[in-house]
């Protein structure tokens, strides 16, 4: 048995609360290396009515396998240890290590303990969050629906963007096409912001309490929260407090009187007087106009607080995307929390963190991040073909046990953004491979995103050429794709499975396979990434049915002699739904 990599840390991604009454707990070990894990657990002051159940292989890596068991518990004062089998081997193994024999009698000595579910501690994602399906609007580029708020020398709608051109789209754009997202099938928006700025992508706020005048005004979001949400369409939010305009009041106060300055601490600035080339202050990045907010300045804490608290209040929005969030402290990240969850318990917080979040993911600060890890996987996979499909899903793999269960649940999983290439770029423009991947994003666990225009087929690279103009003449449409991304959506919306179903991956050489199960019913998605056709034959299942679909093309299958040998063309996803 190799040791040194088995590996289990109470209270992180290896033993967490799901619920109240149930704990999850974790184990690794080398990839393919035990026979069989079992987990001892009882209640620790009640130790002697202790249980053994076999824990489940739930993922393997490159050099892992995960083992994972639920406890469910009235009493979540728990002990527990776990027994390891190989061959004739037997081992434990506990808090103190490894070892041949358990003696019971000093079980409180050894085992692991998650000493109390306190139930403020469990981390509880907002209840929708896994029939959400989002749209990402770069407002500048969505549309123009009031010609009278936009700004002067505009760029023609449809030349290619530089990093300073205006186009002019605004929040009316967004109410006039709510009937298109609707129809689209979407049931959430997060806009890039929409608060006072110079920028087109309004990054360096200048007043945090007032919608950019090029935007539209408080009355028309109002409007549009309003007619979003009688859409059944949630809106969130981004909130940029890394960083300002140097613009911002505060700061050019700050630039004029210095030290006497009441906002001086609000910034990091090394002296006086304030240099902006290069700037003598902190930024973001290396970009002058973007002074660094200094969150931990009790008084700039509360006052951003106080912005999310008006717009969270007065105007019901259903959350917030977080700007760098990775960079700011996380004391600040703990009070907001708390401000926006008081005032709706339902409102998803979604911070932008590129690496393993997992230190802002244990229930005290973020419910989910943008899922730029799937992003990466995803190019390497579908869109440059670098990858097997057997890496991809060991990609996969690691990243799910990072993570809590409700986390995973929670992710905004996404190809592409305003900071990214556009997927179809990537491609090549080979729409082919954006199909795959988009079957993909609509089958996983997790909240699926789409960057405005790309379920039409817009392409370009990275910023500024992914943030252009919506074409909205369809006669420029790619029809097919739009059609196959309004099916994925509307079947995401549909299936249970993909909604709510535990996640098997089950690849083969020439095809990623991925299951998903929930409630006797299940879904096989099936992506052959490669030219030449694959054969698939699907596994017993562990429930008998007679009803198999293909839900993208519509097509029923029969079975034969109970099984299902299936042919999935070059470059072709398939959702084999089996049911009873
Ligand atoms: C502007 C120009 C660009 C130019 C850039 C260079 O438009 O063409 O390349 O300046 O100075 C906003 C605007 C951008 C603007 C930028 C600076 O949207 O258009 O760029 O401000 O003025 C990292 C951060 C992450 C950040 C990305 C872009 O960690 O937080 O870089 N994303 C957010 C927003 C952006 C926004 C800002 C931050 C600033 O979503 O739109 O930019 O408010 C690795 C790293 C990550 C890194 C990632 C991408 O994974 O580990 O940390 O993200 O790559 O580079």
């Not at 009698?105 to 969050?129: G, L, M, R, T």
């Not at 949400?229 to 106060?253: K, M, Q, T, W, Y």
């Not at 990091?268 to 290069?278: H, S, T």
């Not at 909205?472 to 249970?496: A, F, G, T």
């Amino acid at each position: 048995m190799n040791l040194q990599a088995i590996c289990h840390i109470p209270k992180s991604n290896y033993a967490y609360p799901y619920k109240e009454n149930e704990l999850h707990i974790r184990l690794r070990t080398a990839k393919d290396d035990v026979d069989q894990v079992e987990i001892i657990h009882g209640i620790k002051y009640d130790w002697k009515n202790n249980e053994r159940h076999v824990m489940k292989k739930i993922l393997t890596d490159e050099f892992y396998d995960y083992y994972q068991y639920n406890i469910i518990c009235e009493d979540s004062r728990i002990g527990y240890y776990f027994g390891l089998t190989k061959g004739e081997k037997k081992l434990y193994y506990t808090e103190l290590g490894f070892a041949d024999k358990f003696n019971d009698d000093f079980a409180y000595c050894y085992f692991f303990q998650y000493p109390y579910i306190n139930k403020v501690d469990v981390h509880k994602e907002p209840s929708w969050v896994q029939e959400a399906i989002f749209y990402q609007i770069f407002v500048e580029r969505f549309f123009n629906g009031d010609v009278k708020n936009s700004p002067p020398d505009l760029t023609p709608w449809d030349a290619d963007p530089d990093p300073k051109s205006f186009y002019g789209g605004d929040l009316k754009g967004i109410i006039d096409k709510l009937d298109y997202l609707k129809d689209l099938g979407i049931n959430g928006i997060y806009l890039t912001p929409i608060f006072q700025s110079p920028s087109n992508h309004k990054y360096d706020t200048v007043n945090y309490f007032e919608i950019d005048n090029y935007f539209g005004d408080k009355e028309v979001f109002g409007e549009l929260v309003q007619r979003a949400h009688d859409r059944g369409i949630r809106i969130v939010l981004d909130a940029v407090f890394n960083h300002c305009s140097n613009l911002f009041e505060p700061f050019l106060d700050a630039v004029e009187k210095g030290r006497e300055s009441k906002y001086w601490e609000w910034f990091f600035i090394e002296d006086y007087p304030v240099k902006m080339d290069p700037p003598n202050y902190k930024t973001f990045g290396h970009v002058a106009y973007m002074p660094k907010l200094n969150t931990a300045n009790p008084e700039l804490k509360e006052y951003l607080l106080s912005a999310i608290r008006y717009w969270t209040t007065e105007y019901n929005i259903d959350g917030w995307r977080l700007d760098v969030s990775d960079e700011i402290d996380h004391l600040f990240w703990r009070d907001f929390r708390r401000v926006v969850k008081e005032i709706n318990e339902e409102a998803v917080i979604i911070g932008e963190n590129w690496h393993n979040a997992l230190p802002w993911l244990m229930g005290d600060q973020f419910d989910s991040v943008m899922n730029y890890q799937v992003t990466k996987l995803s190019q390497d996979f579908f869109a440059r073909s670098e990858i097997s499909a057997r890496s991809f899903e060991k990609g996969l793999s690691s990243l799910l046990i990072r993570y809590p269960d409700q986390v995973n649940e929670a992710m905004l999983n996404l190809l592409d953004s305003h900071d990214t290439e556009r997927f179809l770029y990537t491609c090549q423009g080979r729409k082919e491979k954006l199909k795959n991947a988009a079957a993909f994003l609509f089958g996983y666990i997790g909240m699926p995103c789409t960057y405005y225009g790309t379920e039409i087929g817009m392409t370009g690279n990275y910023d500024p050429g992914c943030r252009k103009g919506f074409d909205w003449n369809q006669e420029h449409w790619d029809m097919e794709l739009y059609q196959y991304y309004k099916k994925l959506i509307s079947i995401r919306k549909k299936e249970k499975a993909l909604q709510y179903g535990d996640i098997t991956f089950l690849s083969t050489d020439s095809l990623f396979v991925m299951k998903r199960e929930y409630n006797k019913e299940c879904i096989y998605i099936l992506i052959n990434q490669r030219e030449d056709v694959a054969d698939y034959n699907l596994p017993k299942s562990s429930f008998e049915y007679n009803y198999v679909k293909e839900l993208l093309s519509e097509s029923e299958w029969k079975l034969e002699q109970g099984t299902l040998r299936i042919q999935i063309p070059a470059f072709t996803a398939f959702y084999i739904k089996l049911a009873e």
